[in-house]
């Protein structure tokens, strides 16, 4: 039987409707996490984050408010080692004036602990551990 390659992600794409805005704040999340800055002026301006695994998240203008209000992409998590982490995570954010909501656990995903928030877009943001 042939083992086939698992495949790893390689860059996930966010249309935003305010890329001034989107790109302040993505800047000061990322850079946090320590994510390595990149942009991209190919055909319009875009902006890139890259993880020390290669994965790269770029934000784009949308083309319309279609765009945003029809996306499939519901949120995305940083993946945190401990529930202190979680908690450090929470701190920074709270003093970027971010609404965010209090850590907590969720029994029924497992050991999992974490909290959301919105960005730009109202795009949902979590920090977890599990």
Same mark, same amino acid.
């Given at each position: 039987? +042939?083992?086939?390659?698992?495949?790893?992600?390689?860059? $996930?794409?966010?249309n935003v409707s305010s890329f001034g805005e989107a790109a302040d704040f993505?800047?000061?999340?990322?850079?946090?996490?320590?994510? $390595?800055a990149r942009e991209e002026y190919l055909?319009?301006?875009?902006? /890139?984050f890259?993880? +020390?695994n290669g994965l790269t998240l770029?934000? +784009?203008?949308? +083309?319309?408010n279609l765009? $945003?209000?029809n996306r499939p992409l519901n949120h995305f998590a940083f993946k945190c080692d401990s529930r202190e982490e979680v908690d450090?995570?929470?701190?920074?954010?709270t003093t970027q004036g971010w609404e965010v909501n209090n850590p907590r656990a $969720?029994?029924?995903? /497992?050991?999992?602990? /974490?909290?959301?928030?919105?960005g730009p877009d109202k795009m949902k943001i979590e920090f977890v551990t599990k």
């Open positions: 039987m +042939e083992v086939k390659k698992q495949l790893s992600l390689d860059h $996930i794409v966010l993505y800047r000061v999340l990322f850079q946090h996490n320590n994510w $390595i055909h319009e301006p875009s902006l /890139g890259q993880s +020390e770029w934000i +784009e203008p949308a +083309e319309n765009a $945003i209000s450090k995570a929470y701190e920074f954010c $969720i029994p029924e995903y /497992g050991d999992f602990y /974490g909290f959301y928030f919105c």
